[in-house]
């Protein structure tokens, strides 16, 4: 729920929580991939108009906002999101922000000496872009040697505060960097917002909801600085 401090409207519980939202709210006809269903949130039934309740209706798929992709959304066979262990994408997690404006490269990973088991969450010019309200191409992506990489190096989890980590200009990134991390068990967190979020070490939960053999599942991510 929205909170409003200070006359401004801000993601999640603010308050004096030292705990950060990072998750992109659901609404309806929110940014989508182009060639997906546009989401579409409904209240159906309304308390402030007389019915007796309030409700909303969800039309939606499970790559929308904030979520986590499962090795089944490319790996044909792979697990699916119901068999994820909860551990993958909560735990201590780093933040590192990317001042390459159209990629993520090895140069500029390399200096930050990844350690097998990490979860690593990028910042990236991309959170400034949900400001929009619409889908842009051009945004800050995964090289592919960059998945390799992250990959070899046996990360738990990687995110991006887009979303997706391929860019649409090169079909073959999407497909590549997506097999490359899930076929080596690294779950992926596409749509988070780091706009907020310092570079440093947190806390992470960021649990997807139990999709029964869902390729992804739509999730809640909050970090807390350590």
Known sequence: MAQKKAGKTT?????QSPWIDISIPLKDKMIHWPTDPVPRIERLK???KGDPVSLMELQIIDHVGTHVDAPLHFIPGGK???KMPVNATMGRARVLEIKNPKA?????LEPHNLRRGERILFKTRNSSLYKTGEFTEDYVYFATEVAQYMADKGLKAVGLDYISIGTPQNRDSIRDTHSILLENGVYIIEGINLEKVKPGRYDLICLPLLLDRGDAGPARAIVRPL
Do not use: K
């Not at 993601?11 to 308050?15: R, S, T, V, Y």
């Not at 993520?104 to 500029?108: C, D, M, S, V």
């Open 11 to 15: 993601w999640g519980d603010a308050g």
């Open 46 to 48: 309304d308390r402030d």
């Open 80 to 82: 699916t999101i119901d």
């Open 104 to 108: 993520i490269t090895l140069e500029e």
